[in-house]
């Protein structure tokens, strides 16, 4: 992050699902739009964990670039929701 800010922000966030295959279904789902998130001012990671969620890693140079990321997050989040919706996976 840079240097020229006063401060930094970080902050996880966490997706619970009911079983691993809808946790690999959304994990792969994001995959190609994980690149596109990486900024100067924001830098997101991913991480699957074994207990069928997937753990978002954010730190952002200033609050804009956060929510930035944060609403992207969200943004993937409903359309997995809706999307096991529609399918009736779980």
Do not use: H, W
């Not at 401060?7 to 966030?13: A, E, G, L, Q, R």
């Not at 279904?25 to 997101?44: A, D, Y």
């Amino acid at each position: 992050m840079s240097k020229d800010n006063y401060f930094s922000i970080k902050s996880t966030i966490e997706f619970q699902f009911y079983n691993s295959q809808i946790r690999e279904i959304s994990f792969n789902s994001f995959l190609p739009e994980f690149n596109r998130l990486q900024t100067k001012r924001s830098k997101i990671s991913i991480e699957k964990k074994n207990d069928d969620s997937i753990i978002f890693k954010i730190e952002s140079n200033d609050i804009t670039a956060f929510r930035a990321s944060i609403n992207e997050i969200i943004s993937f989040g409903k359309v997995v929701d809706n999307c096991i919706k529609i399918t009736k996976i779980s």
